[in-house]
């Protein structure tokens, strides 16, 4: 099995930053793409970012220039540095992971438990 922990979430002021980090670890033999999602309160699971296993960033326009998401292959990591935060980033964050146990299995896709951050004043 593979494993996804969050951590980093918290409580921050407007226009404060946080970083969220995201630890693979398990039986891993490789992973592909690796993303943020977010999940508001009465609202759906949306994609705030994905860092591609070439490391190439794509981001939701709501967090474009924001938010910057980053990966550490050596350590099965991915990091999302969060902002000039806003009230409407309030969410419970999860991070999520295309893998492969061994060479000859399939390719999963692993969800986190999620972090929560608030953003108040």
């Known amino acids: 099995q593979v494993q996804l922990v969050e951590s980093g979430g918290g409580l921050v002021q407007p226009g404060g930053s946080l970083n969220l980090s995201c630890a693979a670890s398990?039986?891993?033999?490789?992973?592909?793409?690796m993303a943020w999602y977010r999940q508001a309160p009465g609202k759906q699971r949306e994609l705030v970012a994905t860092?591609?296993?070439?490391?190439?960033?794509n981001y939701a326009d709501s967090v474009t220039g924001r938010f910057t998401i980053s990966r550490d292959n050596a350590n099965n990591t991915v990091y999302l540095k969060m902002n000039s935060l806003k009230v409407e980033d309030t969410a419970v964050y999860y991070c999520?992971?295309?893998?492969?146990?061994?060479?000859?299995?399939?390719?999963?896709?692993?969800w986190g438990r999620g972090t929560q951050v608030t953003v108040s004043s």
């Open positions: 398990g039986s891993i033999f490789s992973i592909n793409d």
């Open positions: 860092i591609y296993s070439g490391g190439r960033p």
């Open positions: 999520t992971t295309d893998a492969r146990r061994s060479s000859k299995s399939i390719m999963t896709h692993y």
